[in-house]
Nanobody, 123 residues
């Protein structure tokens, strides 16, 4: 299974970006998806999660109302639309997938990870 994240870049505060995560080579029929991020010198943290059934999306307090997670099942792609970006959103963003029934917001429960895409927001 491979997860390929893309869409990062250098933007100014207030701008928008859309990250994409293409899932390929999977042999399982369903998976929960999540976006996480890691800023320099900090631990990787939860950003947004999307259960396979599409209900109960969840966001971290720091991005709620600005970021939106979604999925195109036909393309096997998970998106993270990021609006009103702030300098504190600067980080490497990772997409992840899991097939177990454990909680979605725990980074340790994810089986598959992409390599990350850098998002830099200047003030």
């Amino acid at each position: 299974v491979q997860l390929q994240a893309s869409g990062g870049g250098l933007v100014q505060a207030g701008d928008s970006l859309r990250l994409s995560c293409v899932v390929s080579g999977r042999t399982f029929s369903a998976y929960d998806a999540g976006w996480f991020r890691q800023a320099p010198g900090k631990e990787r943290e939860f950003v947004a999660i999307l259960p396979w059934r599409g209900d109960k999306k969840s966001y971290s307090n720091s991005v709620r109302g600005r970021f939106t997670i979604s999925r195109n099942q036909a393309k096997d792609t998970v998106y993270l639309q990021m609006n009103s970006l702030k300098p504190e959103d600067t980080a490497v963003y990772y997409c992840a997938a899991k097939t177990n029934a454990a909680s979605l917001d725990n980074i340790l429960n994810y089986d598959y990870w992409g390599r990350g895409t850098q998002v830099t927001v200047s003030s």
